[in-house]
């Protein structure tokens, strides 16, 4: 890759070609190329995640039997009053303030303070972990308690039980993903010794362009998140 | 290679308290059972504007050259076709599932059987 920056009369042919044009990806969008390549990672994650949503809606609005009511399916009971949609409103908090701690994170990354960067990905890491816990906890009271399955379930249209589990266990699978990516990328910041330099200039990624483009896949999935709390456990 | 992401933490604070108000005010849709239209204007607001501070703010999109904004935020609203033609189809295939596929006890409930 950097013998093309060297020498930009004979650009190299083949599979270093095939390379070299890919990562040539820079000239068009002046961000770091593992920025630009997590951006399209997420575009395509965009896709997957609005079909699953339109898949759902089209299902919904078409369902000839009653669609079981997501505020009562989700209540919460505190002592002897039911809440509804409890766990998933602390849910939502959860995501919500690991996204913070997650931006907090990248600008102290920017402001070279690598150690602080790091605690912060991985207090963000933590908040994940728990909100996969709650949703591991939501998950088993469906399954067992209330007895639904992907293809019937006792309360309404069969349709619920596909879609729950589909759309919110894609969503968790992305948040396990992503605590073990941070606490990945959290570990090397904590390993970088000040003799490894800066960042090269060459396109590739700093430390504090590698927590950015981390940051950009947490708050990709507390945004997916937002989306499916409102089409599916408030509509 | 100019690159920089540098903003004051307040500005960050400051979205992660707005972001708490909104989810705060959407789980209050909810909880106080506002129904019809209002609860969907609500929803969709609140969404709209949790979605919009995530993306300009926490993801820096505010901050990106125009190039990689219009790459990314144009090919999503290829989405609002497919959606569109699905809710179009909707009451046409909800009727003949009336007809052909419903226990005879919930034929004669009408479109969106959805009870609240």
């Known amino acids: 890759m950097s013998d093309s920056t060297h020498s930009p009369t004979t650009p190299p042919s083949g599979l270093y070609g095939l390379a070299a044009d890919w990562s040539g990806d820079g000239n068009t969008f002046k961000v770091p190329w593992g920025k630009a390549m997590m951006w399209v990672f997420l575009l395509s994650d965009t896709f997957i995640f609005g079909i699953f949503l339109s898949g759902y809606m089209a299902v919904r609005m078409t369902t000839a039997e009653p669609w079981p009511n997501p505020s009562e399916v989700f209540a919460l009971q505190v002592g002897t009053t039911s809440l509804p949609l409890l766990l998933i409103a602390i849910m939502t908090f959860v995501l919500i303030s690991s996204s913070g701690t997650m931006a907090m994170a990248v600008n102290f990354a920017y402001r070279g303070e690598r150690r602080r960067a790091a605690v912060l990905m991985l207090a963000t890491a933590a908040l994940g972990a728990s909100f996969v816990g709650m949703q591991a906890f939501e998950w088993t009271k469906l399954i067992v308690s209330e007895g639904i399955r992907p293809w019937s379930n006792p309360l309404g249209a069969a349709q619920f039980g596909a879609c729950f589990f589909m759309i919110t266990g894609f969503h968790g699978l992305h948040v396990s993903a992503g605590v073990i990516y941070l606490t990945t990328v959290a570990t090397r910041l904590l390993r970088h010794r000040p003799s490894d330099g800066e960042a090269p200039d060459d396109g590739r990624s700093g430390d504090e362009s590698r927590v950015e483009i981390a940051g950009l896949y947490w708050h990709f999935v507390d945004l997916v998140w937002v989306f499916i709390f409102a089409f599916f456990y408030l509509w | ?116």
Do not use: N
């Open chain 2, 1 to 116: 290679m100019e690159h920089s992401q540098q903003h004051p933490v307040s500005l960050y604070l400051q979205i992660w308290g707005l972001l708490f108000v909104l989810s705060a005010c959407s789980y209050m849709v909810d909880y106080f059972q506002v129904q019809g239209a209002l609860r969907w204007t609500l929803i969709m607001t609140f969404m709209f504007y949790k979605a919009v501070l995530i993306v300009c703010v926490f993801m820096h999109m505010a901050w990106e050259r125009l190039a990689l904004v219009c790459a990314i935020l144009i090919p999503p609203l290829c989405l609002l076709v497919l959606v569109s033609l699905m809710a179009l189809e909707a009451d046409y295939i909800h009727r003949a599932r009336g007809t052909y596929f419903a226990p005879p006890a919930a034929i004669d409930t009408g479109k969106h059987t959805q009870q609240p």
